[in-house]
């Protein structure tokens, strides 16, 4: 069940409650130390403490030679291309942790993402999406999130607007993998409970796009005139 706010459950209740939803996770760096490589175990850890299915892969497993036209038209495509296919379309959403070169993202996930845009059906495609990033730098690797949401919603994929950036992450994690700091811990595990909800609700719950949605006090309006819209538009 999606959660009230307010509510307050514990995340064994929450487990048990909510209805089942899948993750694909993972880090966008093909170094086996990344500190996005952390941020994405501690997201899947996350997500299956609060009763969500998560699929925690490598960027290794999606790693592909430069994309070529040529290549592609032949039937050739490269092995990591189809497995990333197959598990972005297992999933009902995906989190991707990803760090931040030259104020951009990485070559090995734009590469890996332009492969998967000309496969059909595109699976990014109003699948639902939600981006992180670790950076030993004061930003967090915030503004390589920015480049990489550009090509992801032109290929249709619902981004979830807040985004998780750990800055001076060499030093934000615990010997045991958590984040150290209370008030961040908070504030990224509250961020993936707000996107579960969302994608949990899209995936059972589908008639709520298409109903209309009423409520009152819309500025500009008449007292006890109510407003009416279509979520989405």
């Not at 009230?4 to 093909?30: I, M, N, T, W």
């Not at 086996?32 to 009763?51: D, P, T, Y």
């Not at 030679?65 to 189809?82: C, E, F, I, W």
Request: hydrophobic share 40%.
């Amino acid at each position: 069940m999606v959660r009230q706010p307010g509510e307050g459950r514990g995340k064994v209740e929450e487990s048990a409650l909510r209805a089942p939803v899948g993750f694909l996770v993972f880090a966008a760096s093909l170094r086996a130390a990344s500190l996005n490589a952390k941020l994405a175990r501690l997201a899947a850890q996350e997500i299956e403490a609060c009763g969500g299915q998560a699929d925690l892969a490598a960027m290794r497993d999606f790693d592909c030679p430069s994309y070529d036209q040529d290549v592609q038209d032949s039937g050739k495509v490269p092995p990591g291309a189809v497995l990333f296919r197959e598990r972005l379309e297992r999933a009902d959403a995906f989190v991707i942790c990803s760090p931040e070169y030259n104020f951009s993202m990485p070559g090995v996930l734009k590469n890996a993402i332009d492969w998967v845009s000309r496969m059909h059906p595109q699976p990014f495609n109003e699948r639902h999406g939600l981006l992180m990033s670790a950076s030993p730098s004061l930003a967090g690797g915030n503004r390589g999130l920015w480049a990489l949401r550009v090509p992801l919603e032109h290929l249709g994929a619902r981004l979830y607007p807040e985004m998780f950036s750990l800055a001076q992450a060499g030093e934000a994690f615990t010997a045991g993998g958590d984040i150290a700091n209370p008030e961040l811990r908070t504030r990224f595990a509250s961020g993936i409970r707000g996107f579960m909800d969302l994608v949990e609700a899209a995936k059972h719950y589908p008639c709520a796009k298409r109903q209309w949605i009423e409520f009152p006090g819309e500025p500009g309006l008449p007292a006890g005139q109510a407003a009416r819209m279509t979520p989405g538009r």
